[in-house]
C-alpha cells in the first residue's frame, strides 16, 4: 500500500506557528476525488458544498466519529479524535483507500479510552 503526501489543516486551538504553516481549508485532488479538508463543518463551509462541490469532505472539530453521504452527494468523513486530550471518551480514526474515483476499504479505529 502507499500513502499519498501528507496534507493538513489548522484546527481553532492552534497556534499561530499552527497557522502559519497550515491553512484552515485545503483542497485538493487525490484519483480524481476531489477533497475539501477542513477543521471545522461551519453553516458558511456546507454553504459553500453547494457551489463547490468536493467528492469527499474531511473535517473534525465535533470528535464525533461520522462516515455519510449528504443530500448533495458529498462524503463527509470525520476521523473522530485520537489524541489524550478533549471531551471525547474513546480515541479513533479512520482509514481508506481511494482508488479509481472511489473510497473505499474504510474502517473505523477504536484506539481505546482517552
Not at 56 to 84: I, M, Q, T, W
Not at 97 to 106: I, P
Request: charged residues 25%; glycine residues 8%.
Amino acid at each position: 500500500m502507499a500513502w499519498a503526501p501528507l496534507v493538513g489543516c489548522h484546527g481553532n486551538i492552534d497556534d499561530a506557528s499552527v497557522r502559519a504553516q497550515f491553512p484552515e481549508h485545503v483542497h485538493f485532488e487525490r484519483e480524481g476525488i476531489r477533497v475539501w479538508l477542513t477543521h471545522i463543518c461551519s453553516p458558511a463551509v456546507k454553504k459553500k458544498l453547494i457551489t463547490e462541490k468536493p467528492d469527499l469532505l474531511v473535517f473534525g472539530h465535533s470528535h464525533v466519529v461520522k462516515a455519510e453521504r449528504d443530500k448533495l452527494g458529498v462524503f463527509h468523513l470525520n476521523p473522530g479524535a485520537c489524541g489524550r486530550q478533549g471531551f471525547h471518551v474513546v480515541k479513533t480514526m479512520l482509514t481508506f483507500e481511494v482508488q479509481a474515483r472511489r473510497v473505499s476499504q474504510l474502517r473505523i479505529h477504536d484506539l481505546g479510552p482517552r
